[in-house]
């Protein structure tokens, strides 16, 4: 099994910037999806943005020019650098990796609450 520890939530008003990690760790395999999904209360989870093996990277419309995401393939990590939030941006997000397209294994969740 793979776990995923994400890290960097918090409180931040609008505006203002985070910067999520998250940290792979477990059996050894080749990683290719590397994303950051999120659940806002009464919404579905959707995919905020993804990066994969070999650099190519996807966003929602929503967080273009905002946010982006960054990984470290030595390190197993994920980055998710988040600017210019606001208050849609407020959401459980969720750290999730796979050896594929479609992430297998999951995080436990960070808050993160933009307050306006």
């Known amino acids: 099994q793979v776990q995923l520890v994400e890290s960097g939530g918090g409180l931040v008003q609008a505006g203002g910037s985070l910067r999520l990690s998250c940290a792979a760790s477990?059996?050894?395999?080749?990683?290719?999806?590397m994303a950051w999904y999120r659940q806002a209360p009464g919404k579905q989870r959707e995919l905020v943005a993804a990066v994969f093996r070999g650099g190519t990277t996807n966003y929602v419309d929503s967080v273009k020019g905002r946010f982006t995401i960054s990984r470290d393939n030595a390190k197993n990590t994920v980055h998710l650098q988040m600017n210019s939030l606001n208050s849609e941006d407020t959401a459980v997000y969720y750290c999730?990796?796979?050896?594929?397209?479609?992430?297998?294994?999951w995080g436990q969740g960070t808050q993160v609450t933009v307050s306006s």
């Open positions: 999730a990796v796979g050896s594929g397209i479609v992430p297998r294994y």
């Open positions: 477990g059996s050894s395999f080749s990683i290719n999806v």
